[in-house]
């Protein structure tokens, strides 16, 4: 694909972006989109597959009380890799904890956050911005 159009600027912005990046995803489209309009960008796949509550059960579990495991690590990335990123944007965090937020916050207050595909969310004043 050709950038037809970039971002003034956009090359001076790093983008750490947490979703769903399994090809195909809208979040993974998105992250492409980003490059393409010349963000440089980190993804996190937050991704975790299908889950069978016969092989899964802690995890099954834990979806079904609306409290999904990170199995993927994604709270610790945000820690670590946040405070070099302008932008840490995400995309549908169901596993995302308020303590990761704020950890960044505290190493990295410059750093705005983005919540993309926003539902009612009990840490959504720890979001800079809400796209929907």
């Not at 950038?3 to 600027?9: F, I, N, Q, S, W």
């Not at 001076?12 to 972006?17: A, S």
């Not at 802690?58 to 709270?75: E, F, H, S, T």
Request: aromatic fraction near 4%; hydrophobic fraction near 40%.
């Amino acid at each position: 694909m050709s950038r037809a159009t970039t971002v003034p600027g956009a090359a001076d912005c790093h983008v750490l972006y947490v979703g769903d990046l399994s090809a195909g995803s809208t979040a993974e489209m998105r992250l492409r989109a980003l490059e393409d309009l010349g963000y440089r960008v980190t993804g996190v796949n937050s991704a975790t597959g299908r889950i069978s509550p016969r092989r899964q059960p802690l995890q099954y579990i834990a979806i079904k009380m609306r409290r999904p495991l990170d199995m993927a690590g994604v709270n610790r990335r945000i820690r670590r890799e946040g405070p070099q990123a302008d932008i840490l944007w995400i995309d549908k965090g169901v596993t995302i904890r308020p303590h990761a937020l704020r950890a960044l916050r505290r190493a990295a207050p410059r750093v705005k956050i983005v919540r993309g595909q926003p539902r009612a969310v009990s840490s959504a004043t720890l979001y800079d911005f809400v796209v929907r």
